[in-house]
């Protein structure tokens, strides 16, 4: 760990080293007396594979919703590539390349899974109420959209399901949709919150498959994780976040190693492969 | 009892221009509501400002008729921007309670006595639209079949109203099946999921608060035609309350839904206070029963309504034309 300014307000992230992506730097938030994250610096290397781990409770989940704008630090800043992400709303550093899914699986129900995937499109213009009526001017981007959205379904094993209403999905098949609907946009950087949480071994192994795969076509991505089987196979570095605050960052093989690390989890009586069921948000 | 008169009574007002101002009230509430999720309880605000903008501007400015409506509806626009801007942020609930609040404030500013110069006050706006009228076609005298029947210039509103409605449910499915509109689905369904990928939900909830509300406006306006006049009374909250009850009835988030509603809504309602008063005249029935029912058929019909779409809640809560299994599978 290298030594931030402790000034967190007066800290901008702008002044990244080396082949960092995201640049976070004294980002915090406490609600009431709790401190519920505290993250002096951290850097996400492009193009690798980040695996955010830390006991429940830890600060995990806060930490996405800030740096994708859904929460408000009280101080702190983060930059994409440079370009400071401060006081952004989510949908504009969505649109910057950042995108987040949920620890609580967030299908829209009502619409089928094809338009899950299609209203993910960054790039269809008669999502513009001015362009609506003018169905000829958009109709050639919805075939392409809709080409785009079933390579990614058929990737993700569900376009027998392009047709169903997503809320018709089950859990793990929804997991799946999200993950593709997220993908769907083109982003630069994904921030999965726990996106092997109630998926069945056999999805798990081929979401991991697809991680590693997208991975290698150049996306960087950033996922919180209990089971460190596989954290251990699949990440390149891994983040460990205790109360808020970044206990450790380096290779799987040195963070396992690390004391602190399995004081952290020892200390709150807990084994990180103790994952907490999601509940099924039908 | 006669039974051709009644039905003749519902029907006439199934099919009359309340019917249709209620459905374009309710096209409007459906892209709200059944498409965007917004719970606007303030469509009565809408109707008001499309039916007074349009009266101010004919009755007060001495203006032409054909600007007065536009300006209406241009009070919509911006009446749906100040409600919306500040609170479409906010929790939905919070958006629900400002809607209702603002379009009675509304109402009590209109009737308030140091408004009276422009809006005439507690006395309303009168003769208002003769160059409407001026314009109608029909033939002079009455059409129809006993009391299913309508003069030259009510079926003149009729036919202007149910184009309106028909224009409007087109409108409305045409931007339920674009891009726009899926996005606009999207966020009924699950607003920080649609922000997550990369879209202005506050904007799309405020376009669609805009459109339906105008729709409403359109519906305020056909009401000033119909009475060639405006009178704060007919703009009560139960207004709105009737277009929700309709658009319940008829089916959320279908196209027909609203306008379905909206004639079985009046139907219903006028044949049973037609119902109710062709019974009170019946000779076998008990003084005090006939006394009873005898000017108490509005009360009735009214409970009957409230009654009726509670058992529908109960048996079809989706209502005449919606999809039962949407029901289990939103969020
Ligand atoms: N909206 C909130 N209001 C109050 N406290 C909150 C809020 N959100 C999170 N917290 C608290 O902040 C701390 C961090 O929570 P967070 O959800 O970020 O943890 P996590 O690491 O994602 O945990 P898990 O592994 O269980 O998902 C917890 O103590 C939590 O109770
Ligand atoms: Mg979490």
Not at chain 2, 7 to 25: K, Q, S, V
Request: net charge negative; hydrophobic share 50%.
């Amino acid at each position: 760990m290298s030594t931030a300014t402790s000034t967190a307000t007066a800290a901008t992230a702008t002044d990244a080293d080396g082949d960092a992506i995201l640049t976070v730097r004294g980002v915090r938030r406490a609600f009431g007396g709790i401190v519920a994250v505290d993250v002096e610096r951290l850097d996400i290397r492009r193009g690798a594979i980040t695996a955010i781990i830390g006991p429940n409770g830890a600060g995990k989940t806060t930490l996405f919703n800030l740096l994708t704008g859904f929460d408000r630090p009280d101080a702190g800043a983060w930059a994409l590539e440079g370009r400071a992400l401060e006081g952004l709303p989510p949908h504009r550093i969505a649109r910057l390349g950042m995108v987040r899914t949920f620890q609580l699986t967030r299908s829209l129900g009502r619409l089928t899974v094809l338009e899950n995937m299609a209203v993910a499109a960054q790039t269809q213009p008669g999502e513009r109420l001015e362009r609506a009526l003018l169905r000829w001017s958009w109709r050639a981007e919805e075939r392409r959209v809709a080409e785009r959205a079933r390579e990614l379904l058929d990737r993700f094993g569900i376009a027998h399901m392009a047709r169903e209403q997503a809320g018709t999905l089950s859990g793990g098949q929804r997991k799946l949709l999200e993950m593709a609907r997220a993908l769907m946009t083109e982003p630069r950087i994904v921030m999965l919150d726990e996106p092997t949480a109630g998926v069945n071994p056999a999805l798990t192994q081929s979401l991991l498959d697809h991680m590693r795969a997208l991975n290698e076509q150049g996306m960087t991505i950033v996922f919180v994780e209990h089971d460190m089987d596989v954290v251990m196979g699949i990440s390149d570095r891994v983040v460990v976040l205790a109360e808020g605050r970044v206990l450790t960052e380096g290779r799987p093989e040195e963070v396992v190693a690390d004391e602190r690390v399995i004081e952290a989890y020892l200390g709150r009586a807990r084994a990180p492969a103790e994952t907490p069921a999601e509940d099924g948000d039908a | 009892m006669e039974f051709d008169v009644i039905f003749g009574n519902a029907a006439r007002a199934g099919l009359g221009p309340t019917a249709a101002i209620f459905a374009l009230a309710a096209v409007g509430l459906n892209l709200h509501f059944g498409y965007g999720g917004l719970l606007n309880f303030g469509q009565v605000g809408f109707m008001m400002l499309g039916a007074y903008g349009a009266a101010v501007v004919v009755a007060t400015w001495g203006g032409s008729l054909w600007l007065g409506i536009p300006f209406g509806l241009a009070l919509c626009v911006v009446f749906a921007l100040a409600l919306g801007a500040p609170t479409l942020r906010l929790r939905s609930d919070y958006f629900a309670i400002t809607t209702i609040a603002a379009a009675e404030i509304l109402r009590l500013l209109i009737r308030s006595s140091p408004a009276t110069d422009v809006t005439g006050g507690p006395f309303g706006l009168q003769t208002i639209a003769n160059s409407f009228y001026a314009l109608n076609f029909l033939p002079d005298g009455r059409h129809g079949l006993g009391t299913f029947s309508f003069s030259s210039n009510q079926l003149w509103v009729m036919l202007v109203a149910w184009v309106l409605v028909l224009l409007c449910s087109a409108l409305v499915l045409a931007l339920i099946r674009s891009p726009w509109g899926r996005v606009l689905r999207a966020i009924r369904e699950d607003e920080d999921a649609v922000r997550s990928i990369g879209k202005n939900v506050v904007a799309y909830k405020l376009q669609a608060l805009v459109i339906g509300g105008v729709i409403g406006g359109l519906a305020g306006v056909v009401e000033a035609l119909q009475q060639s006049g405006v009178g704060s009374e007919n703009f009560e909250p139960q207004v709105t309350f009737f277009a929700w009850a309709a658009l319940i009835l008829g089916g959320m988030a279908t196209t027909a839904g609203p306008v379905v509603g909206a004639i079985l809504f009046w139907f219903l309602r006028e044949g049973v206070e037609s119902f109710i008063r062709e019974l009170s005249t019946q000779s076998w029935l008990p003084d005090l029963l006939a006394d009873f029912l005898d000017g108490s058929e509005g009360a009735i019909s009214v409970t009957f309504m409230g009654v009726g779409l509670i058992a529908l809640m109960a048996l079809r809560p989706q209502g005449i034309l919606g999809r039962g299994r949407d029901l289990h599978l939103g969020t």
